[in-house]
């Protein structure tokens, strides 16, 4: 199971196979993740405001695998396991398609079939790179209530919008835990406030 770029969701029917648009593979988004990952992920004094300037190289694929791995060993095995759950909807996915698709003749249901076999593995990938960065996202979350981290601003673009969304909804999910919020700054910012 190894990260590598996919492209678009696809959208699969009996006519055929066409791509989402505004539906990109989270692998564009993971070395976003991973910028801020390593941008709070040092000791903290209490009261200091840290900044933090990306980097010009970017880790490869298997550098950002190795990371993730550093931090959480058990996820090879946890990714193992989520991915032979997908294949395992994906394979029935093709055997119910009668059930699902009650309308489609015969001819079109064989065609349906064949259409979601053949993206069979496109899927499993964009699958594996979701997988991966809700990993990084799941990682961020812990760390940002670890140090209690109250404020990260980032440049405002779409792809670091997109990530502190994801880390704003999974810090939504943790029960007991504080509100968010996301707001432009007049400077060319985005900031994720964790409210207390």
């Known amino acids: 199971m190894q990260l590598k770029y996919q492209g678009p969701k ?17 692998y564009v988004y993971i070395q976003t993740a991973i910028e801020i990952l390593n941008a709070i992920d040092h000791e903290y004094v209490q009261g200091k405001v840290y900044k933090y300037d990306a980097k010009i190289l970017k880790p490869s694929d298997e550098e950002i695998e190795k990371i993730i791995i550093g931090y959480k060993p058990e996820l090879k095995q946890t990714i193992d396991e989520e991915i032979t759950s997908y294949k395992q909807y994906l394979k029935e996915e093709i055997e119910n398609t009668s059930n699902s698709h009650p309308l489609l003749n015969k001819d079109e249901l064989s065609a349906l ?11 499993i990938q964009r699958a594996i790179n979701k997988i991966y960065y809700m990993h990084i996202i799941e990682i961020i979350s812990d760390l940002i209530k670890e140090h209690e981290i109250k404020d990260i601003s980032t440049p405002f673009n779409e792809k670091f919008w997109h990530v502190l969304e994801t880390i704003q909804g999974a810090l939504a999910k943790v029960k007991n835990y504080r509100a968010s919020k996301i707001k432009e700054n007049p400077d060319s910012t985005i900031e994720l406030k964790i409210i207390s």
């Open 10 to 26: 696809p959208i699969i029917s009996e006519h055929g196979v066409s791509f989402k648009d505004g539906k990109e593979d989270k």
């Open 113 to 123: 079939q064949n259409n979601l076999k053949i993206m069979h593995e496109y899927r």
